[in-house]
């Protein structure tokens, strides 16, 4: 992203994990966001008169603090000022984020403490970008689809809490702190454009970080001139002959192809996804790891047409809840780095 612009400035002291105040300022405008946890706790600033007229108060000062006292009073529900409070954040988030003169800075210090109403700031950022008029927003964080993503603090986990479709999933999967935007976008089977909106998002959720790819520097292979020294014997095809006969046997000790799997879950329609992907390598992976054990990986596929994909699923669940159950603790040979795991049914699934 080069220099990187205010927007992104603010997503990324927010996908850190950071806590404290960020001061966002742009032409007329300024906007105070205390932010911990990835949850917006407090804002202060000018609301443009929407708590005004929705509350019916003339006096400034924290919005939340605001929306309570009018709760409080009896003039709003709770879920009318919820609504009010977020709709007048999106408006100046929206403003701040497309403003080509927009600067951030940051306070560590906690001004406010959480007390009931937070905002949750990678699903309202995530609603801006994919919603009506989201175009010019996420320009202003992938501008350049030639820019590695790579994954910041609790990447899976915190995709998996959007609620995001399959196909979201399948192409948030994708990001491997290798691949460039272009490169997860131009193959995707659900569009170049919609890929690049949804990597965006993520973007601007505080999810992943844009940065410029570091060209490789070629290592100088060639060697000095040897005089007077006998040619040594070629030990290479010995030392791979052993090479291959200890994987092997690392292999079947690992696999322990002699015992047979117990089956994970009891039997039943309910399984969680565990891995996925939609092009040929990544197929090749999943099989690979079906092969591991047959009785509680498969694979199997979801979406049709062009945007058909397939996902590995472990696991025969009885119900839903049960299968939830275990996303916390789940093996660490079953789990997929970068992949967020989450339940599915799959019909006449049961052993």
Known sequence: MGRTSAAGQLALWVGRKSKG???LRWGQGELVLVVTGLQIVAVEGDDNERLAAAFGLTSGGEWFTEAASAV??????QAEANAVVKRAVAEKLREFFTAPDAEVSFETALRYEPHGLTISYPH???ELVLGQGGEQIASAFLANPALILRRLPDFPKRVGALGLTDEGMAILAKVNDQRTAQEIADPSPHGREVALRLLAAATAAGLVEAVVRIAEIPLNTAQAPRFGVAPRRRL???VLLVLVLVGAIVAVVVIRPWESAPLVGGGGPWAVAVDGGCQPAEMERL???QEQDKLNFRVVPFGRGESQCYRL???HFPSKETAEDVI???PPTVTSRGFPPHVVRVEGSTP
């Open 236 to 238: 290479w095809p010995w």
């Open 21 to 23: 105040s960020a001061h």
């Open 72 to 77: 409080n009073s009896g003039q709003v529900s």
């Open 287 to 289: 099989y690979r790891r």
């Open 313 to 315: 699923i472990w696991g």
């Open 328 to 330: 916390s603790h789940l």
């Open 124 to 126: 309202l950022v995530m």
